[in-house]
């Protein structure tokens, strides 16, 4: 009698595999975006300097 691929792996094996697919996954996505200091310095700067622009207008009393 042969067995199927599902019937032969079973669900525990898929399971596993999928988890490890996905762990995979989630470690290259986080590695790849990772930034170096010097342009994590510049983004910071550029949004102080975004701040800093802000008209005093723009501001709703409270």
Known sequence: MATS???SLGWSGIVIFG???LAAAIAYAA???RQTPRQE???EDATRALY???PEQD???R
């Open 5 to 7: 691929f599902l019937g």
């Open 19 to 21: 988890f490890v697919i």
């Open 59 to 61: 501001e709703t009393p």
């Open 52 to 54: 800093d622009e802000r």
């Open 31 to 33: 590695l790849r975006n």
């Open 41 to 43: 310095r510049a983004t």
